[in-house]
Structures are given as structure tokens and as C-alpha cells.
Nanobody
Framework: QVHLVESGGGLVQPGDSLRISCAAS????????MGWFRQAPGKEREFVAG??????????HYLDAVKGRFTITRDRARDTVDLQMNSLKPEDTAVYYC????????????????????WGQGTQVTVSS
């Protein structure tokens, strides 16, 4: 069993930055896949960013709408995954969820939340003036 806890959400203004974190505990795998998803009111959950171990380092993947603004990083020693969000926009407002699976997903499966086994409780990010 893996337990995920997100933190760092809050209310910010458009153009601001925010960093959210996810701490994993339990039977985690350093070679597993971790991802961030979000769900806005009245909308479907969507993939935001993912990170996979690839031998010498990590591969990262992003939703087109956040490329160049968001950065996902993982600390294997601390078993955490962070999402640095810059130039935030009102449309980034959502509950952000951390998810993981103890295997290295192939690229085509990174985007689909159904391929992740464990989820956090979510952290609210609100971007508003």
C-alpha cells in the first residue's frame, strides 16, 4: 500500500507562482511513475504532468497547456514529487491530485489516470484576482 499526501495549494493572483508537493510513504518504488492530475469544477479530471525513471535520469511529460510554465521534479531520497507552477492563469484553478503506480508506464499510458494505483486527497489551487 502507498499513501500520498499533497500540500502547498492556495489562493494566488494571475501571473504568480506556486509550488505544490506530494509526499509518498509505504511500499513505493523509485522506478515507478508519478503524476499530477487536476480537476476543475464541472470538468473531467485531466493529466497535468508525469515523471518516469529512465535509468540515468527522469523523463518528464506535460499537458500542452502547461508546457513552459510548470515543472515536475522528483526527489528519490525523500520520496517526494513537486510541481512548480509559474505564470499561473485563472484556468489553472482546480484541485490538484498526486498519483503513482509502482511500475514504469509506457509513454502512451502516462496520460491516463486509470493506469495509476494510488492517489492523494488533493490540494486546491485557486488563481484569481
Amino acid at each position: 500500500q502507498v499513501h500520498l499526501v499533497e500540500s502547498g495549494g492556495g489562493l494566488v493572483q494571475p501571473g504568480d507562482s506556486l509550488r505544490i508537493s506530494c509526499a509518498a510513504s509505504g511500499r513505493t518504488s523509485s522506478s515507478g511513475t508519478m503524476g499530477w492530475f487536476r480537476q476543475a469544477p464541472g470538468k473531467e479530471r485531466e493529466f497535468v504532468a508525469g515523471i518516469r525513471w529512465s535509468g540515468g535520469g527522469y523523463n518528464t511529460h506535460y499537458l500542452d497547456a502547461v508546457k513552459g510554465r510548470f515543472t515536475i521534479t522528483r526527489d528519490r531520497a525523500r520520496d517526494t514529487v513537486d510541481l512548480q507552477m509559474n505564470s499561473l492563469k485563472p484556468e489553472d484553478t482546480a484541485v490538484y491530485y498526486c498519483a503513482t503506480v509502482n511500475s514504469r508506464l509506457i509513454l502512451s499510458r502516462v496520460w491516463d489516470g486509470q493506469n495509476y494505483d494510488y492517489w492523494g486527497q488533493g490540494t486546491q489551487v485557486t488563481v484569481s484576482s
